[in-house]
């Protein structure tokens, strides 16, 4: 499905008609500056407000108010954490506004500018390192639904091998359910608060510094070891700069190789079926098929 011109139209009619008429807001512009998989991001003026930014779910399937929308619970998550990060003094666009109706749902932000300059890994691991310290204070992930860490990838990895499964018609041998969760379940690492997609695609630079992160769909809480083993995975930083901002090098040395193992072989899922069903890489196809059967084969050699 693809976001239309009308379809623009349609949503800067219904956010400018909430803004003006139940916020009671002067808005002097709007436009649209970005689209995703669930949501369009709109740049608006407010007189007294300034540059703001409206994050909106676009899709005609989204039900306005069906709290269990991947589209509400995008915007409520991000709501939520933004919040709890805002309070801890992380870098994150400061929330407005967390609109929920019949017609229209939106989150209106602070809109943080960038310049699109490098960000270095080590920068980024220093970022990382301080919203695993940010306190948890009873804070509840919406999706995550009460349930641990273990439990969720877990689940993920055996439906995400099935899928693998049924698409390139493999073998891909694994643990049960059970077994993969008691072995996580036996790490002693404290539970934190998890980004799990960090990358410069959500992170606003300024000449060289970080502003703000963004983009909390992935986030759970459980062991920090997960976004770790994610970020070596994906190999989108310079993993050695990263660790070395990160400074923690004990959850490493202190966790279990079959836990580790566990952990990328999520993320080696995900980017196998992404490459093989959604972008057409070859390249990286067959790199990440061959991380799966690697890291199944090392997982069942620990057992």
């Keep these: 499905m693809i976001l239309t011109k009308n379809s ?3 949503l800067k009619a219904s956010i400018s008609k909430v803004i003006i008429q139940d916020l009671n807001w002067q808005l002097e512009e709007i436009k649209l500056i970005g689209s995703g998989v669930i949501n369009a991001v709109f ?12 994050r909106t779910p676009w899709r005609a399937e989204e039900n306005m108010m069906d709290k269990h929308s991947s589209g509400i619970i995008s915007l409520k998550k991000e709501a939520q954490i933004s919040e709890h990060c805002h309070k801890y003094s992380l870098p994150v666009p400061k929330v407005h506004k967390l609109h929920l109706s019949n017609e229209i749902n939106f989150l209106i932000s602070d809109f943080v500018s960038g310049d699109n300059s490098p960000i270095s890994s080590f920068d980024i691991g220093q970022l990382t390192s301080k919203i695993h310290e940010v306190p948890l204070d009873r804070l509840s992930i919406i999706d995550q639904h009460q349930q641990s860490l273990s439990q969720i990838i877990s689940h993920r990895i055996i439906n995400r091998a099935q899928t693998l499964r049924e698409l ?9 359910l059970k077994e993969l969760q008691a072995i996580l379940d036996t790490s002693q690492a404290d539970n934190c608060l998890l980004h799990l ?4 695609p959500n992170l606003i630079g300024e000449k060289g510094s970080i502003k703000a ?28 700069e990263f660790l ?14 079959a836990i580790q193992f566990i952990y990328r072989l999520d993320t080696a899922l995900m980017l196998s079926i992404l490459f093989i069903s959604f972008v057409n890489d070859v390249e990286k196809r067959e790199h990440y098929l061959k ?6 084969t090392e997982i069942m050699n620990s057992l």
């Design 291 to 296: 991380r799966v059967d690697y890291l199944s």
């Design 213 to 240: 992160i963004i983009d909390w769909d992935n986030a759970f809480i459980g062991n920090p070891i997960m976004e770790l083993m994610r970020i070596a995975e994906t190999e989108e930083l310079h993993v050695d």
């Design 244 to 257: 070395k901002g990160y400074n923690n090098m004990s959850i490493d040395e202190n966790t279990d190789k």
């Design 197 to 200: 997609d960090v990358r410069r």
């Design 8 to 10: 623009i139209e349609k």
């Design 168 to 176: 390139t018609n493999s073998k891909i041998t694994l643990p049960c």
């Design 43 to 54: 740049l608006i003026r407010e007189k007294n407000l300034g540059m703001l930014a409206v």
